[in-house]
């Protein structure tokens, strides 16, 4: 067991997840939004971190430039299937196309069921049960079937209210690893920061490169095991960073 009493910004790095992290999970992706100083915050954590800061997330890096504008970072998205290794640099996308006529059938599955929203994200797709959390088991079988003629490049993967269609070998771990070795993060110790089932990867796999993973508490991580309470709890506690002051106590066990 660790007791983390703050960290130097000159020696870490911050890979941050966005939704449920950073900014409250709503109804439906597209209602999410950057509560008041979110942009402010990561823009100092930036300039405190000499730059070693960046989104390790599930949504297109399109997406998270629309919520966090002006503000442009390092990150990974659709789960490290997308890379941008500068704040200015180009996204690439790693993975192919999704198959057009799977989309199609999931797009009709939706449509069958209203209350699932379709989040197409180039190489993958989420299909999000929020609004009718009773379908789950049905949607599951569902997709477990359509998936099944593409198991050779796709597979389901679960999150909060979500499922998503997934190629292989893409995981938020396998980001961290990517985005670690460019050279603003060479040498630092990562703090990873996350609530749901893709972000145990990244979680991990700070870990193991003799860092950090931090858990915050909600649909995935009961409050025991985790270090933050909310996405409040990790805002304020990032603040306490920039603001060069004595960071909480986390159990970081
Ligand atoms: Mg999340």
Redesign the pocket.
């Known amino acids: 067991m660790t007791n983390l009493n703050g960290i130097n910004p000159r020696e870490w790095a911050l890979f941050l997840?966005?939704?449920?992290?950073l900014v409250d999970?709503q109804t439906t992706p597209g209602d999410v939004f950057a509560p008041p100083g979110l942009t402010a915050l990561l823009g100092d954590l930036v300039d405190t971190f000499s730059g070693a800061v960046a989104i390790i997330?599930?949504r297109r890096l399109s997406d998270v430039d629309e919520i966090l504008s002006p503000l442009c970072l390092i990150g990974a998205g659709v789960h490290g299937i997308q890379l941008r290794k500068s704040r200015d640099g180009e996204i690439e996308t790693l993975a192919p196309q999704f198959p057009r006529e799977l989309l199609q059938s999931l797009q009709a599955l939706a449509k069958e069921h209203p209350g699932i929203v379709v989040e197409p994200k180039i190489s993958a797709v989420a299909m999000h049960y929020r609004q009718a959390p009773f379908l789950r088991d049905k949607l599951e079988r569902a997709l477990r079937v359509l998936v099944s003629g593409y198991h050779q490049q796709l597979e389901l993967c679960t999150?909060?209210m979500v499922f998503e269609i997934m190629p292989h070998a893409y995981s938020k771990g396998q980001a961290l690893v990517s985005l670690s070795a460019l050279e603003i993060f060479r040498g630092r110790h990562p703090v990873m920061i996350?609530?749901?089932a893709?972000?145990v990867s990244a979680i991990d796999m700070a870990h193991n490169l003799g860092g950090l993973g931090l858990r915050?508490a909600?649909e995935f991580f009961p409050a025991r095991a985790a270090q933050f309470k909310s996405t409040l709890d990790v805002r304020q506690w990032l603040g306490d960073i920039v603001g060069n002051r004595a960071a909480p106590r986390l159990n970081t066990a």
């Open positions: 997840d966005l939704d449920g992290t999970i997330t599930g999150g909060r996350g609530d749901d893709p972000d915050v909600g």
